[in-house]
């Protein structure tokens, strides 16, 4: 079936270079609030093990939808009025974590991301001007104001879809490596061909992987960062002689090399981790799986 022509427009958007100086702007205003860092974990899902804000947005759509169907019956004002300001104090943690997360997307989501929070937030200054009318006693210019503003988060809507399922932002970039590596031991390569304290790249079977040797202990990821699919052997190595190294991808991300644990979001997956051993100085993988 053929995409829509009237969404042909929204689909450029990941194109619109036309929006960077904004983004850009925004993007300083956004990073001097994502302090400290733990606060931004939070914001990122990083205990949650996924992105919270898909979760999180549930709540005001939720409540407006109900809001607008109960706009249609009878007798039911003071209902509306609830479920309408109920969705604006939820909208909050909303827009929080969607921005934490806008901050470290790539530039052709940042373009999208930054319409859709305007359309969101829009509507939801729309909303807080709905409840302040039905408030007073305006109830038809509330459900006037309601209406302009379920219009826009369903265009919102729309955008986060196209960043989530399109564009893949939250999505677990790394997960493909548990259906493609084979089963069993797989030869990596001589131990002595492996650097010191450095991280490598090494292919096996197909895949890039992430490879640190340090004396005989030989850690290995696979070579793509669950966020938005860096390559982790051109990220930051921390610590490189101490079991807690860490490595820092160019979004953000840090992972323990030794687990493949995040130590600080954006990602929210750890990294693909794989047993290692060494035989007749030949370094073997095998993947370990859920």
């Known amino acids: 079936m053929r995409e829509l022509s009237i969404l042909k427009p929204l689909i450029g958007l990941e194109h619109a270079t036309v929006l960077d100086p904004v983004v850009r702007r925004v993007h300083g205003v956004v990073d001097a ?3 400290p860092r733990a606060v931004e974990d939070l914001l990122h899902g990083v205990p949650a093990g996924h992105p919270v804000h898909p979760a999180i947005v549930l709540v005001p759509a939720g409540t407006w939808t109900g809001a607008a169907v109960l706009d249609l019956l009878p007798g039911t004002a003071r209902a ?3 479920l309408v300001g109920a969705g604006v104090l939820a909208a909050a943690p909303a827009i929080l974590t969607g921005w934490a997360d806008w901050a470290r997307t790539r530039p052709e989501q940042q373009r999208v991301g930054i319409v859709h929070a305007a359309a969101n937030e829009t509507a939801w200054m729309l909303y ?10 305006h109830d038809a210019a509330g459900r006037t104001l309601s209406l302009l503003g379920l219009g826009l988060i369903s265009l919102g809507g729309y955008l986060g879809g196209h960043l989530a399922y399109r564009q893949s932002a939250g999505a677990n970039h790394a997960n493909a490596v548990l259906s493609r590596f084979p089963q069993g031991w797989q030869a990596l390569g001589p131990l002595e061909q492996l650097p010191q304290g450095r991280a490598v790249r090494r292919d096996v079977a197909g895949e890039a992987l992430f490879v640190l040797r340090r004396g005989v202990r030989v850690d290995v990821l696979a070579d793509v960062s669950p966020h938005l699919g860096e390559a982790l052997h051109d990220g930051l190595l921390e610590d490189p002689a101490r079991t807690s190294a860490t490595i820092t991808t160019t979004y953000g991300s840090v992972f323990d090399v030794s687990t493949g644990a995040v130590v600080h979001g954006p990602a929210t997956a750890p990294a693909v981790r794989f047993e290692t051993r060494i035989e007749r100085d030949l370094v073997e993988v095998r993947l370990l799986r859920p």
């Not at 807080?128 to 006693?137: D, I, K, P, Q, V």
């Open 33 to 35: 609030l994502l302090k």
């Open 80 to 82: 509306a009025r609830v």
């Open 128 to 137: 807080a001007a709905s409840w302040l009318a039905r408030r007073g006693g």
